[in-house]
């Protein structure tokens, strides 16, 4: 039982467009939030992050949208560029019980010139 | 700072070998864990450490046993290893626990023959 659902499973946008990914999760004690980018060949790094007592943060050109009450948050990526082809993830974690974050299946951003 | 390092970068085992993955940090961070990565899954964890001869389970332990001696190394053994666990193995760390940053090291691709 996944307790991170994730979609689309790829993605692909014109370079200047919005490249968005959804997530949705089970567990209402999550209460942080992270989106992780995960270059080919690379580990995973932080990109930005949310907690459950806002509704929205952003940094530069991603944006995450946060919907407590239907248990949904999303990544939207303004401005789309090459660069930001690659895998991303969403994640969650009950901070109070240790930083053990449970993550989605992934999306692969793929953004066309 | 190198940062976390993982090694070897490739490894292929035949079913019922033995090998260590190796993980190190020079940051001093207290909060060192394992993941798993298998293609539509996410990362999965497998076992963590909130400081030196601190261990405990994650997600998914099965298969596999870690212990911490010091502060910057985290070994995550496979002792009788089966093509179950061909994956890509990622090491993170950070400060604390409570400390929401992860950092990932660039991971182990195992494949189990």
């Known amino acids: 039982q996944q307790q991170v659902k994730q979609s689309p499973q790829s993605l692909i946008v014109q370079k200047g467009g919005i490249s968005i990914i959804n997530c949705a999760y089970e567990?209402?004690?999550?209460?942080?939030f992270p989106w992780y980018q995960q270059f080919p060949g690379k580990g995973p790094a932080l990109l930005i992050a949310?907690?459950?007592?806002?509704s929205e943060k952003k940094e530069g050109r991603f944006t995450i949208s946060f919907n407590k009450s239907a248990k949904q948050f999303s990544l939207h990526i303004m401005d789309s560029q090459p660069g930001d082809s690659a895998t991303y993830f969403c994640?969650?974690?009950?901070?109070?019980?240790?930083?053990?974050?449970?993550f989605g299946a992934g999306t692969i951003l793929r953004v066309k010139s | 700072n190198a940062g976390v390092t993982q090694t070897p970068k490739f490894q292929v085992l035949k079913t019922g070998q033995s090998m260590t993955l190796q993980c190190a940090q020079d940051?001093?961070?207290?909060?060192m864990s394992w993941y798993r990565q298998d293609p539509g899954m996410g990362l999965r964890l497998i076992h963590y450490?909130?400081?030196?001869?601190?261990?405990d389970q994650g997600e998914v332990p099965n298969g596999y046993n870690v212990s911490r001696s010091t502060t910057e190394d985290f070994p995550l053994r496979l002792l009788s290893a089966a093509p179950s666990q061909t994956s890509v193995y990622f090491c993170?760390?950070?400060?604390?626990?409570?400390?929401?940053?992860?950092?990932f090291g660039p991971g182990t691709r195992l494949t189990v023959t």
């Open positions: 994640a969650a974690t009950i901070m109070e019980y240790g930083n053990k974050l449970v």
């Open positions: 450490s909130v400081g030196a001869g601190i261990t």
């Open positions: 949310i907690r459950p007592d806002v």
């Open positions: 940051m001093n961070h207290e909060y």
């Open positions: 567990n209402t004690a999550f209460d942080y």
């Open positions: 993170a760390s950070s400060y604390n626990e409570g400390t929401y940053e992860q950092y």
